[in-house]
């Protein structure tokens, strides 16, 4: 495990970041014009995510990322058991995917995805750029 960098702070909670629950938003305007269910249920995904956006948060200390929800501790994710991961469209990452020893998890991007690069980059130097 990496030793303690100049540059990054821990513990550091990562900011929250709505792009994906407002760029969701504005699919479902779009697709309600053509398809009002449809559009309905997107809308729906949309405001379920904005309130994951504003009750989760991750993270990072020295030995693990921990989700928490309004301040309390839901689950770590000790960076021993990282095996990789992956930010899915790095222009405009959404979905980051890690593999843990025993489970793999899909989690959208709903916190600040440039500081969320760099600190798995220096925790979790993965395998594959992403």
Known sequence: MPTTSPTLT????LDPDYRVAVGLAGIALGVGWVSWPTGLVLAA???FLG?????????FTE???VLTRNGQPLRAFPYQDWQDWYL?????PVILFFREVHSIHFVPVLFDPVT???????YCPPTQIS
């Open 10 to 13: 821990v513990p550091l909670t």
């Open 45 to 47: 995904m949309a405001a």
């Open 51 to 59: 309130w994951q956006t504003t009750v989760l948060r991750l993270t």
């Open 63 to 65: 030995t693990a990322v």
């Open 88 to 92: 899915f469209w790095p222009g405009l």
């Open 116 to 122: 969320l690069r760099r600190y798995l980059t220096y």
